[in-house]
């Protein structure tokens, strides 16, 4: 059944009409059906019926008064205005609103159950956001946007419809993330916030930057001027490297937190930390360390490392001085790092002794809970006896996973197998590391976090990141390319309960997002497994 409307409904409009009476056209509006729409991730629960918004130059945006509210609006009404050109007023007054409603609305607690989760009410009048908070009203317009088609409903017409109905939606987990490896190729500020914005776009809300690795360091410290001079000149393969002042790191973190996104640094550390250690030759644990403490700038630069090996430095975790730097390090960082969480790495630290690596970690955890931190780690952090309170990522190895849980502390799913983003899609990649095999973007969706390893519940569960290692890729293009399509059902399996999760419903979705991948100009891969439109 098609349903006749006339494109404009206000007494203002009829008269303009009246003037411009060439310009009186109707049109048949589809019946919608709000069920089958591409969101992704796909929401908690949705109900059609089956009407249409039209958004058009006359629909206003109104929200609550607190700026957080505010600030959602603006930040809506930017996004339709970068895909419809349409401009939308915000919080204009109720007098002036001549068209359809987007109402953003904070909601007092007990009306929707967490931070995140919202009610969308769409009827043929207005949008409206139910929430408690900025990040809820957030992720509810990310919803919104989705919902608005790329094109306009006829070539003649200037007017997008959405379909109406409920969506009541909140997250899976609580922790949503990724990891850019900017450390053993770097990538620039520019960079970062691209993905951020696509990462925003999924309702993703971690970013995890690691920052520092044998190749190099990525984040000036001020106290340790050698570390970006030195160790942030180079990258995996001996080109240019680089590395962010604080003040861009700050620039950074302040992108991600307008996008509701939190960032959470690492310092890779004892392992993993060559770089540093040719900055500062005292920090090196190597039995086989070339570079004394006075090795000059030119030594320093030649004992850089451009390959992709892992597993062969290490701090040298019985030297005082070593925990010096190491709390100037956490304090100038955690200083530009408004997020709960330092990560550390404590990963492949092959080369140090057992007992040694154990001390360290105690100590570093002591000094991230001084700088008023939590402390995250690689699931090897769990063979030390740390504190509940720190968190493991797990990666590889289950039984680590487990020993973790035992001591229950909460646990960060990074399966290598299932959401390490390096990893190549099959055996044509032209990027990529395959040390655990090949990643096709079916596999990489199609397990279950809440079961994944036995005797992990859910509710030990932080949530799940998927990391993007940087060996083989050297700019946004090939980073690009590893990350997308994989990253985005990532975001489904953070934010979608179990019930609601199904390949070939996800992949029909899927294939709906080539209008923003392209818009986006996302070097995506364009796997088999989907039928990309
Ligand atoms: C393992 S994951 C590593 C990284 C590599 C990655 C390549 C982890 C904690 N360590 O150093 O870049 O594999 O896939």
């Not at 989760?117 to 990040?135: A, D, H, K, P, R």
């Not at 991230?368 to 030390?384: F, L, P, R, T």
């Not at 899609?425 to 397990?447: A, F, H, M, Q």
């Amino acid at each position: 059944m098609k349903k006749t409307i006339y494109l404009k409904f206000s007494l203002v409009f009829l008269l303009s009409l009246l003037i411009h009476s060439c310009h009186n056209e109707s049109y048949d509006l589809p019946v919608t059906n709000l069920e089958k729409e591409n969101l992704i991730p796909k929401p908690l629960s949705i109900l059609a019926t089956n009407s249409s918004f039209i958004l058009d130059e006359n629909t206003r945006i109104s929200t609550s008064s607190e700026e957080v509210f505010l600030s959602v609006g603006n930040f809506l009404s930017k996004k339709i205005k970068n895909k419809t050109q349409l401009e939308i007023e915000v919080n204009l007054g109720k007098s002036k609103n001549k068209g359809g409603e987007i109402i953003i609305n904070k909601v007092e607690k007990g009306a929707t159950i967490d931070n995140e989760s919202y009610e969308l009410i769409i009827s043929e009048n207005s949008i409206i956001v139910n929430t408690q908070t900025g990040e809820g009203a957030f992720r509810a317009i990310q919803t919104i946007r989705q919902l608005i088609p790329y094109n306009n409903y006829s070539p003649k017409s200037n007017f997008w419809v959405i379909p109406t109905g409920t969506i009541i939606d909140k997250p899976n987990f609580e922790y949503r993330g990724s990891m850019l490896d900017v450390a053993r190729h770097f990538f620039d500020v520019e960079d970062v916030k691209k993905y951020i914005d696509i990462m925003a776009y999924y309702k993703m809300n971690v970013l995890h930057l690691h920052l520092t690795d044998d190749q190099g360091w990525r984040i000036e410290i001020k106290s340790w001027p050698e570390l970006t001079k030195i160790g942030g000149s180079t990258e995996v393969g001996g080109t240019k490297g680089g590395f962010y002042t604080q003040e861009q790191y700050k620039d950074i973190v302040a992108y991600a937190a307008l996008n509701y996104i939190t960032i959470i640094p690492e310092i890779d550390m004892p392992g993993h930390s060559h770089a540093a250690s040719t900055a500062y030759p005292f920090l090196d644990g190597k039995e086989d360390a070339t570079l004394k403490p006075g090795a000059s700038l030119s030594e320093k630069k030649a004992a850089l490392y451009t390959g992709m090996k892992v597993g062969f430095s290490t701090f040298k975790t019985r030297e005082e001085k070593v925990y010096e730097f190491i709390d100037d390090v956490i304090r100038e960082l955690s200083a530009i790092t408004p997020g709960e969480y330092i990560h550390i790495g404590g990963d492949e630290s092959k080369v140090t002794k057992h007992d040694d690596y154990v001390y360290f970690l105690k100590r570093i955890e002591k000094t991230v809970a001084k700088h008023n931190k939590k402390m995250i780690g690689w699931d090897e952090i769990s063979k030390a006896n740390l504190s509940i309170n720190t968190v493991v990522q797990f990666w590889y190895d289950k039984e680590n996973a487990k020993l973790a849980s035992n001591k229950k502390m909460k646990i960060i799913l990074s399966p290598a197998k299932r959401i390490y983003l390096d990893i190549k899609y099959d055996s044509l990649s032209k990027y990529g590391n395959r040390w655990i095999g090949y990643t096709p973007v079916d596999s990489s969706y199609n397990w279950i976090p809440e079961k994944y390893i036995d005797g992990i519940s859910k509710d030990q569960i932080l949530g799940i990141e998927a990391p993007l290692w940087s060996e083989t890729v050297s700019n946004i293009q090939e980073l690009e390319y590893l990350a997308f399509p994989r990253l985005i059902g990532v975001a489904e399996l953070g934010w979608s309960i179990e019930e609601n999760r199904n390949w070939e419903n996800y992949k029909v979705r899927l294939a709906n997002q080539t209008p923003y991948l392209n818009k986006m100009k996302i070097n995506y891969f364009k796997s088999q497994c989907v039928d990309w439109e």
